[in-house]
Structure formats: structure tokens, C-alpha cells
């Protein structure tokens, strides 16, 4: 069994904790695009501990990846994405963020350097 098969596996699981899926999605997902997974997971468990309804920066950062709305938006045109905000959701947040963290937005969490896996 790989270990996309075993994460999935926990993914797919109704018994799992949301923080538990969070990061099996973000290991998953950063594992498929070529990103570090353990880089992935470090940022987001520092940025909100793995909570969507996580808000930071008195307000202006919302969800998982801790995102501003002028980020989201500007990662989701460079995406050819819609501009809906869905920041808060597991799937689309964490789908955009290992985008941007493959494609040179990694500096934009300042967790990053809190994460030896850099």
C-alpha cells in the first residue's frame, strides 16, 4: 500500500477528526503537485492549527492557510479560478495553496520560516 493509498484510505475515514483531514488533504495534495508535503502540513498547522474556521490578523485572515482576500484573489486569477471566496473551505483553500506554494508564493506565510522543511 503507498502512501497516498493509506492517507486517502484515513481521509475518506467518518470518523476523523477535520483537523485530521486537513492535513491528510494537505499531505495528499501538496504529494500530487510536486510539493513538500511536510513543508505543506508545517505551514498550515502553524497558520491555524488545521482549523477552516480559523481568523487571524484582526479579521483579514481567514481559514486553514490563514488567507487575506486580496491573496486569494490574486492566486485564483493566476489560477483561472472564480474569485468566490472560500477561504474557509478545506478543499478550495488547500487546493489553492499548494498551488501558490509551488509556483513562488511560498514567502507569503510568514510560518514558513518556523518550518525546518523549508
Known amino acids: 500500500m503507498t502512501t497516498t493509498t493509506l492517507l486517502l484510505a ?3 475515514s467518518p470518523v476523523q477528526p477535520p483537523e485530521q483531514q486537513a492535513v491528510v488533504t494537505t499531505y495528499v495534495m501538496a504529494e500530487r503537485a510536486g510539493v513538500s508535503p511536510s513543508m505543506a502540513v508545517c505551514i498550515l498547522l502553524r497558520e491555524s492549527g488545521g482549523h477552516t474556521w480559523a481568523v487571524g490578523d ?3 485572515a481567514v481559514g486553514l492557510w490563514q488567507w487575506h482576500l486580496a491573496s486569494w484573489e490574486h492566486v485564483q486569477r ?3 479560478e472564480p474569485l468566490d471566496d472560500r477561504r ?4 478550495a483553500s488547500t487546493e489553492a495553496a499548494v498551488w501558490a506554494l509551488g509556483h513562488g508564493y511560498k514567502h507569503w506565510w510568514s510560518t514558513l520560516r518556523l518550518c ?3
Do not use: V
Open 58 to 60: 484582526g479579521g483579514k
Open 10 to 12: 484515513l481521509l475518506l
Open 78 to 80: 493566476a489560477r483561472g
Open 88 to 91: 474557509a473551505e478545506l478543499q
Open 116 to 118: 525546518a522543511c523549508q
